[in-house]
Structure formats: structure tokens, C-alpha cells
């Protein structure tokens, strides 16, 4: 049963939901800097920890331009 990496706890099959390679409650996949619940896939991420697109993950960590839909011409390590 793999764990939860935002609460830690066990994660069931009916309340999973995988992103970022670990498994997550459905509750759990939020922004870390907003709370927005996030889909799988459609987010953006930061040392691990999960984050929305817009606005949090371009104020944050994007290059501060308008013009760009989405994160996956950018990858920043
Ligand atoms: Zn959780
Ligand atoms: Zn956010």
C-alpha cells in the first residue's frame, strides 16, 4: 500500500489518484501554495511537491512573461 506523500498515510485504490510518479488521495493532490485541488497530469511541479499552472507555478518559478499555455515547453531543475 503506498503512502500518501502529503499526509503519509496509506492511499487505497478507490482514493487514488497518481502524479508526479506517487500516489496521492484525491484530497491531497492540491497546490501547495493555493489549496486548488489539481487533476493528474494537468499541473505543475516543484521539488516534489505539486502546484497549479496558473497562477502559482509561473509566479513562482516561471520567467514572469505572459503568452505561454502551458508547462511543457518549460522544464526547470
Ligand atoms: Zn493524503
Ligand atoms: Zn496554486
Given amino acids: ?3 500518501c506523500p502529503k499526509c ?3 492511499v ?6 497518481t502524479s508526479l510518479g506517487k500516489d496521492w488521495h484525491g484530497s491531497c493532490l492540491r497546490c501547495e501554495k493555493c489549496n486548488r485541488t489539481l487533476v ?3 499541473h505543475a511541479e516543484h521539488e516534489g ?4 499552472n496558473q497562477p502559482c507555478y509561473s509566479a513562482l518559478f516561471g520567467p514572469g ?3 505561454r499555455g502551458g508547462s ?3 522544464v526547470y531543475k
Fill in 49 to 52: 511537491k505539486p502546484y497549479c
Fill in 40 to 42: 493528474p497530469g494537468s
Fill in 72 to 74: 511543457e515547453s518549460y
Fill in 12 to 17: 487505497y485504490f478507490a482514493e487514488r489518484k
Fill in 65 to 67: 512573461g505572459f503568452g
Fill in 1 to 3: 500500500m503506498p503512502n
Fill in 8 to 10: 503519509d498515510k496509506p
